[in-house]
């Protein structure tokens, strides 16, 4: 019996249409004549769903008790027992009730397919166990209910069911997916416009995902190698060089000319040891490929193009980035290099040969480490000084052995000179044995003449055979020591890199680190100064340096301070201070330096960032100044003017109902007068640093009626919708009510009569939101951020077109209080201005419905 197949319909979020797209196949299938019924279908009373359900087969429902309510959930022994050719099943990743055969549905779906049954399901990108966490930090909600990736992954069809953030709004707002009483709620919360945005980018990139898995296993069950241009892929290969910044940045300009282009970085390190690249450079290298986009990769292999190409066409590459041969004329007559080797290869990888100042310069190699001690070589050295000497001694002393029986014991001595001493000791060895035994062993005896051919042989042997085992243990030697010091090495960068993940200040661990790895007393990096740099006669001086980061008792000053310099770039150096480091240390400190320069470089830029961020504020606060003063103090100023000049006047006669009405209209204007000077005496106050914010918890259901009230009659028709169970805003009460005001009476002026505006509140992710919503003409998304600017005609504002009056002083009230404000579409035309305020205890959202 064959395992049924299963398609998945995936979405963003509720209400993009997944049951429908999944019903109309359904019904297409049936229309074909194939035997589909519908095991579970959850229309979450969406009457278009629930049409399309048809005439469609629906087996019942299986009811079941837990904790005193009734639930229905899919009958999964009905429908095995029906045995149709499809089946229907909703909601993937829905949690069974207790009782049921399998806890997940997708469970219940697996035991279908493996009966011959194939199945037709929807899932939500938010419901993927894999980027769960990721939906909870961009929306707030944690989603209990998710599916393993590989289920999903082993569908043999996904079809992506898509909608933009604003069409998802707008059936929103239309009541096509939740009830009226839920929509204000859920397009203030989990329907947010960035919210839908990013989570439709997460389905798009993993459905992107799962096309690259099934592009790949293609091309693998057909035998494929050729290069499929899907999407541009832009490898650049590292030697580990100076020159691979070069490389680097060509390569991302090369994949920056396509639309959404890979940008991937390899290194491929020698699997025989033979070669090796520099790891300062690499970890630079690899630094600035991150900064740029792309990845960094390293691979194993013996054969630089082969494990080059293997590569660029496992990941599918279109093009390949090279750096021009570093080695020079003479050595290109007897090798190609790399790059023409790669070339000549590539077949449809397109290949670019960069040219760079390395080019052409032949490599730099450093001496290749001893690979013993000197110790152990003057003991080698002695061994065969004296060794060979008393060996020859012993077998005189005992003549019934053959020529090649002294041989084998001269090798003997040769193979224990290598192990002792090495490569030269056991040479000389093997020279000398060689003498002695012609002399002493070989006749015609005390000359150096041979006369037999055999004997000639035999000594021939011995010295290529001792030469040979020499060899080989000095390069065993040589490859344990490189292998330990690599390891070493790796375990100290590894205890670095652990330092910083482990939260520590990157600079002081990475500094700190360094100092106990080589056991120095101080270390120090040292900036060059402006007044220094381009001079290198006055960088020698102490004065032209200043410590910028150091540990340790007495740390250096001046890179004549120190025992060990390595310089990172033009003005960074990093000097070590307590003993001498040998070269092959000098590989690791660079690594260090290169990653104490980059942190170095991201403490600078957190500094500089919080330094200008009260600048900004400064400025967001000298704007609302002004905004004030151009129209807020006029209104009143001018109000209260015109009434006490009328009452002044000689030239009318009030009667007292209208003297009555003016000296209203007086002491109005000339409270909210003292109002308002009274907030900008705090403004200037609180721009100044004088004045702190006095937050408390405070109940939205308390602001906002005394805002309406500050309004007066305009205000009576403004609706409210605040939810009883919402928790306190940590805020300044009277700052609220002030930015409240002037939202409400801004949307007051631009909705239309029948049409007032309405005020919801909401908690999300830790802050709560008021809302102002007004039906109005709106404004384009590319103006918002001049509706908090103050406009103005003739020198003065225009208070009759004006857009946003005061809505400068509110940004600067808010963002004092550590709130914000920030406008949005009205679903169905108008603007609303979200107002954010931190809340006093924290919240937690549910998840929306499917």
Do not use: C
């Not at 961009?138 to 599916?147: D, K, L, N, Y």
């Amino acid at each position: 019996m064959s395992r049924g197949e299963l398609r998945i319909y995936l979405g963003a979020a509720p209400g993009v249409g997944k049951t429908y797209a999944m019903l109309e196949e359904a019904q297409r299938r049936a229309e074909r004549g194939t035997d589909v019924v519908i095991g579970l279908v959850e229309t979450h009373g969406r009457p278009h769903t629930a049409t399309m359900i048809g005439d469609l087969e629906q087996v019942p429902r299986r009811t079941i008790t837990y904790r005193g309510a009734e639930f229905t959930e899919m009958d999964l022994d009905a429908v095995l027992a029906r045995r149709p050719e499809v089946v229907v099943v909703d909601e993937l990743a829905h949690t069974n009730v207790p009782g049921s055969r399998h806890d997940k549905r997708w469970r219940d779906v697996q035991e279908l397919l493996d009966a011959g049954i194939s199945v037709l399901s929807t899932v939500n990108v938010q419901h993927l166990e894999s980027i769960n966490d990721v939906v909870a930090r961009i929306t707030g909600t944690t989603q209990r209910e998710t599916v393993p990736d590989e289920i999903v992954r082993a569908a043999e069809q996904v079809e992506l069911v898509d909608m933009t953030p604003e069409a998802l709004r707008r059936r929103m707002a239309h009541g096509n997916i939740y009830r009226p009483d839920k929509i204000d709620a859920a397009l203030g919360n989990y329907f947010r416009v960035g919210n839908l945005t990013a989570l439709r980018e997460l389905a798009l990139l993993w459905l992107a995902d799962k096309v690259d898995e099934q592009l790949d296993r293609y091309r693998a069950q057909q035998g494929i190698s050729a290069t499929w241009e899907a999407r541009e892929r832009v490898v650049v290969a590292l030697t580990g060089g100076p020159e691979g910044e070069t490389l680097i940045r060509r390569a991302a300009r090369i994949a920056a000319r396509s639309k959404g282009a890979d940008l991937l970085a390899v290194h491929v390190a020698r699997s025989d040891g033979l070669a090796g690249a520099d790891p300062a450079q690499l970890a630079r290298q690899r630094v600035l490929t991150e900064s740029l986009g792309g990845t960094y990769h390293q691979v194993l292999g013996t054969d630089i193009p082969a494990a080059l190409l293997e590569f660029a066409r496992g990941v599918n590459a279109t093009q390949l980035v090279l750096g021009a041969s570093r080695r020079g004329r003479f050595a290109q007559l007897f090798a190609r290099g790399v790059g023409v080797n790669t070339t000549a290869l590539s077949g449809a990888i397109d290949v670019h040969l960069v040219t760079h100042p390395e080019a052409g310069r032949g490599r730099r190699t450093t001496g290749v480490p001893a690979a013993l001690s000197r110790r152990r070589r003057l003991l080698g050295f002695a061994l065969a000084g004296l060794g060979l000497p008393l060996l020859t001694s012993l077998l005189q002393a005992l003549p019934d052995l053959t020529l090649t029986n002294d041989i084998l014991l001269f090798l003997a001595g040769v193979v224990g000179v290598a192990l002792v001493g090495g490569l030269w000791p056991a040479l000389v060895a093997a020279l000398g044995g060689s003498l002695l035994l012609n002399w002493f062993f070989t006749p015609p005896y005390h000359t150096l003449t041979i006369a037999e051919a055999d004997n000639l042989l035999a000594l021939g042997v011995f010295v290529g055979v001792a030469v040979a085992v020499s060899w080989v243990v000095d390069v065993a030697a040589r490859r344990t020591r490189e292998a330990a010091r690599a390891s070493a090495d790796a375990q100290t960068l590894a205890t670095v890199a652990g330092g910083v993940l482990r939260g520590e200040r990157p600079l002081p661990a990475l500094l700190d680190r360094l100092r106990e790895t080589f056991g120095l007393r101080a270390v120090s990096v040292l900036e060059l100064t402006a007044e220094a740099e381009g001079r290198p006669a006055r960088a020698r001086e102490e004065s032209a340096w200043r410590v910028v980061a150091s540990v340790g008792a007495a740390p250096p000053g001046s890179p004549s301070a120190g025992e060990t310099t390595v310089p990172v770039d033009d003005r960074l150096t990093v000097v070590l201070a307590g003993r001498r480091l040998e070269a092959a240390d000098r590989r690791v400190v660079e690594a260090f330096a290169a990653q104490a320069a980059l942190a170095l470089r991201q403490e600078r830029l957190t500094e500089e960032a919080a330094a200008a961020r009260p600048l900004a504020e400064a400025d967001r606060m000298r704007t609302a100044l002004l905004a004030a003063v151009s129209h807020d103090l006029r209104t009143p100023l001018a109000s209260a003017k015109a009434a006490v000049s009328s009452l002044r006047s000689p030239d009318i006669d009030f009667d007292p109902e209208d003297q009555a009405e003016l000296l209203a209209t007086a002491d109005e204007s000339l409270d909210r007068l003292g109002r308002l000077v009274a907030n900008l005496l705090d403004m200037s106050r609180l721009q100044a640093g004088a004045l702190g914010v006095t937050a408390v918890p405070v109940g939205v259901e308390d602001i906002v009626p005394r805002a309406l009230d500050e309004l007066g009659p305009p205000a009576a028709d403004v609706t409210t919708d605040l939810p009883t169970d919402l928790p306190a805003a940590h805020a300044d009460p009277g700052l609220v009510e002030r930015v409240l005001v002037n939202i409400v009476a801004n949307a007051l002026r631009h909705s239309p009569p029948d049409r007032p505006p309405t005020i919801t509140a909401s908690a999300h992710a830790g802050q709560v939101e008021l809302r102002v919503i007004d039906t109005g003409p709106g404004i384009p998304e590319d103006q918002w951020e001049h509706v908090f600017l103050p406009f103005q005609r003739l020198g003065d504002r225009d208070n009759t077109t004006g857009v946003g009056l005061g809505l400068a002083l509110s940004r600067g009230l808010a963002e004092a209080m550590g709130g914000s404000i920030t406008p949005e579409t009205t679903p169905g035309g108008g603007l609303t201005m979200v107002l954010r305020l931190p809340a006093a205890a924290p919240t937690h959202a549910e998840g929306p419905q499917e």
